[in-house]
């Protein structure tokens, strides 16, 4: 699978997939008459407005719809995906409208995690990749998520590609810097502690006793993650 082609599809048909699921994405969210799937998605999005105009540093409490409690919220933990969504913003300022660049942004982060999915089982050696990426689509809650502008859908692959970087490649460099993008982008990025530690153990309890149970690259890798 080469760098021309990291989805090992060719680019005729990767362009054809990305369109039909970014279709099917954009004609769920069209049938909300013109309003957002969730609150969520209005909050992340004047948050990536902000970024785009210039401040930086945004402070959440300014648009949590928590009255007096959004001001215990000052720091930004999802500040790499707002980052993310400001072009899409700027688009919206660009149009005049708000609505149609939201529902881009959700096409595009939705079908993002579809695609990014079926890379990651493609380069783990996984096979009928195709079915098992559009397989959470089945599941009503999942895909509702998916249709609200919310990162959850591309940190849920960041977590399977440090998993993949971290247990099966052996890469602590990687897996590290991997963890500290996350923890950037999407504060849920914290749940790789206890899966790491929870796959330590398994690796532990399971390993030959003859040979170290826990190959070193692999505790060097979680000890990067944790320390990003």
């Known amino acids: 699978m080469g760098l021309c082609d990291p989805l090992g599809m060719g680019f005729p048909r990767f362009g054809v997939a990305a369109v039909l699921i970014t279709g099917f994405f954009l004609a769920l969210v069209a049938q ?17 407005g902000e970024i785009a105009s210039g401040v930086l540093a945004p402070s959440p409490g300014d648009h949590l ?11 930004d933990h999802h500040w790499g995906f707002h980052v993310l969504i400001a072009p899409f913003t700027v688009l919206g300022s660009l149009l005049n409208d708000d609505a149609w660049a939201m529902s881009a942004a959700t096409g595009f982060f939705a079908t993002a995690s579809v695609l990014s999915l079926y890379a990651l089982i493609r380069a783990s050696g996984g096979v009928l990749a195709g079915a098992l990426c559009l397989l959470p689509l089945a ?16 940190m849920a692959v960041g977590l399977l590609l440090w998993t993949f ?10 897996a590290g810097a991997t963890a500290a993008l996350l923890m950037w982008a999407y ?6 502690i206890p899966l790491s530690c929870a796959a330590l153990a398994t690796l532990w309890i399971l390993g030959a006793h003859r040979a170290p149970r826990i190959p070193w690259p692999i505790i060097q890798a979680c000890g990067a993650s944790w320390l990003g």
Not at 143 to 152: D, I
Not at 165 to 174: G, S
Not at 187 to 192: P, S
């Open 65 to 75: 719809p928590l009255g007096a409690l959004g001001t215990e919220h000052p720091v």
């Open 32 to 48: 909300q008459n013109g309003r957002q799937p969730g609150v969520e998605s209005h909050y992340h999005y004047r948050l990536g």
């Open 139 to 154: 599941f009503g809650t999942i895909l509702w998520r998916l249709l609200q502008l919310r990162g959850g859908g591309l």
């Open 187 to 192: 504060h849920g990025a914290f749940l790789l």
């Open 165 to 174: 970087l971290a247990f099966k490649k052996e890469r602590p460099i990687a």
